[in-house]
């Protein structure tokens, strides 16, 4: 031990000096000492030793149980050191021979005893029997205690059960209402989970961030940003960084454009960082809008970028189709960024999205397992097979498929399918067509796809196959939609949708961009 430690203890109570102990060694020379002088059979000075050695980081679990051993009438305190060590080591059956051990002595377990076991279990099995004892020793008003029950329960799906804590508590404060939102909406409930949201008597930022995240996670974009303008509308609660990516998420998700735009003035009046989460947020958010050059600036001013970062800035410059831009900027991250992930090269094959840049996409593919150890999953594989069907190597992409070394899903053959109408690959795009309605006979878009293939080809005896099919199947047609924010108000549009009151002015616009479209091309293969 260093000179300097030991050099105050003959002034310094053995508490203080447990109080500074940073290491097992400096630890047993204290007990050691402890020992020598008498003072082991002080209750107080006993429990510190033992709880260093099984709690602390730097303790030795091992030791701790040879100290616990020692103690003649171990108090809940020690039993509660115990117990923690072996269940924060994954040392279950331990840990329950343990209480097991305490209960035999007679001593009872307080709250501390009885959340440490709620945290560390899985199985709802042993939840319940956790859930028991609470109850059995009276501890069913212990906040703490109720909170943790409503999460593991709605962790283990059981929100039967989580309602049933939270209705049986007398104690409830506000983090025993959010814990049951976030239950719910980690199951899927959204409703419910706002029903328990309404019947709040008080809501703080993490409450509204709960809801907003549960609507993002289950898609209600649209609900997240509502619910976000009544927060607006609340002076008490102002949003914390949590709730603010969710409703960047959301915005990002459905192109609420004016929303987003005062979220990020937000963040720079109110003096908040670009951090990870809500840096990665906003590049997310510009480039999904197509204000790539936004969210290039914002990328330039994160003082820290990880992986997805780098990866998002990655992405968000390939749908905006700055391809080339997306894979130097790859190549930079290769030389002085993180080190790339399997998300990252999602990316990079999306900037692959051309036909001069098949082969590069190609190199790449190899690279991703060879240079950094990342086996291709089914994701890559369909950026892969759609590249090269759409740019007209059909073959090349079917042979791909046929190499994969996992079941191609219904996305690939799609692609596939695509190709082949695309460059007139007829007869195999049959047969891919007739594959993908086996293997997903309740899409409606591979339907479509086929019958378009047909009535390219004149089959108008196919075409009206197809259709009696997808009736006699029950196959609902899923019509397809856009948006656009004005003033802050996302229009929607279906196809050939006609209830806008501006529709006509809406078609005479699109026709007249369409007639501008044909004439640049006619222009263009002039000068080819």
């Given at each position: 031990m260093r000179p300097s430690f030991w050099k105050s203890a003959s002034d310094l109570p053995y508490?203080?000096?447990?109080?500074?102990?940073?290491?097992?060694?400096?630890?047993?020379?204290i007990y050691a000492h402890v020992i020598t002088l008498g003072l082991a059979r002080f209750t107080y000075i006993t429990s510190r030793v033992l709880s260093f050695c099984a709690v602390s980081e730097t303790g030795d679990l091992s030791y701790a149980e040879t100290v616990f051993n020692k103690i003649v009438a171990p108090t809940i305190f020690?039993?509660?050191?115990?117990?923690?060590?072996?269940l924060n080591r994954s040392e279950f059956e331990k840990g329950l021979s343990v209480y097991a051990q305490m209960r035999t002595l007679g001593v009872e377990p307080n709250a501390r005893t009885l959340t440490v076991m709620i945290k560390a279990f899985l199985r709802l099995s042993s939840i319940n029997q956790v859930h028991c004892q609470i109850m059995k020793f009276g501890h069913g008003s212990d906040l703490y205690a109720i909170s943790l029950l409503i999460t593991r329960y709605s962790t283990c799906g059981a929100m039967e059960l989580a309602r049933q804590v939270f209705n049986e508590s007398s104690n409830r404060n506000i983090v025993c209402w959010t814990g049951l939102?976030?239950?719910y909406?980690?199951?899927?409930?959204?409703?419910?989970?706002?029903?328990?949201?309404?019947?709040?008597?008080?809501?703080?930022d993490v409450s509204y961030s709960a809801m907003a995240s549960g609507y993002v996670r289950n898609d209600c974009f649209n609900e997240a940003i509502e619910l976000f303008r009544e927060l607006k509308s609340c002076a008490a609660v102002k949003p914390n960084v949590s709730l603010l990516v969710s409703v960047l998420d959301a915005c990002a998700a459905v192109g609420a454009f004016e929303e987003g735009k005062w979220i990020h003035s937000y963040i720079d009046e109110n003096g908040l960082d670009y951090d990870l989460k809500m840096g990665t947020a906003l590049i997310d958010f510009y480039a999904k809008c197509g204000c790539i050059k936004t969210a290039e600036e914002i990328f330039d001013k994160m003082p820290l970028k990880d992986v997805t970062a780098w990866s998002s800035m990655i992405l968000g410059l390939a749908i905006n189709g700055n391809n080339e831009m997306g894979l130097e900027l790859f190549h930079e991250m290769e030389t002085r960024g993180p080190r790339p992930n399997a998300i990252t090269f999602i990316g990079v094959f999306t900037a692959c999205n051309h036909k001069t840049l098949v082969n590069e996409a190609l190199r790449l593919l190899g690279r991703m397992?060879?240079?950094?150890?990342?086996f291709p999953l089914i994701e890559h594989y369909g950026c892969m097979v759609d590249l090269l069907a759409r740019t007209g190597q059909v073959k090349e992409a079917e042979i791909l498929i046929n190499t994969m070394p996992?079941?191609?899903?219904?996305a690939i053959w799609g692609s596939l399918l695509n190709g082949c109408l695309m460059h007139g690959h007829m007869k195999l795009g049959e047969r891919v067509g007739k594959l993908l309605i086996q293997l997903e006979p309740q899409h409606s878009g591979r339907y479509v796809l086929l019958a378009n293939m047909y009535a390219t080809m004149g089959s108008w005896e196919g075409v009206m196959r197809l259709r009696k099919m997808m009736k006699e199947r029950g196959v609902l047609t899923v019509p397809a939609w856009s948006f656009i924010e004005i003033n802050g108000v996302v229009h929607k549009f279906l196809v050939d949708d006609k209830c806008h009151p501006q529709w006509r002015y809406i078609y005479s616009v699109l026709n007249q961009l369409g007639r501008e479209l044909d004439t640049f091309n006619v222009m263009n293969d002039a000068r080819s």
């Open positions: 508490l203080r000096l447990l109080e500074r102990c940073s290491s097992m060694h400096e630890l047993k020379q020690d039993f509660n050191s115990m117990i923690t060590g072996f939102i976030s239950g909406c980690s199951n899927g409930f959204v409703d419910e989970a706002r029903c328990v949201f309404d019947a709040m008597p008080e809501r703080n397992s060879k240079v950094y150890g990342i996992m079941e191609p899903d219904g």
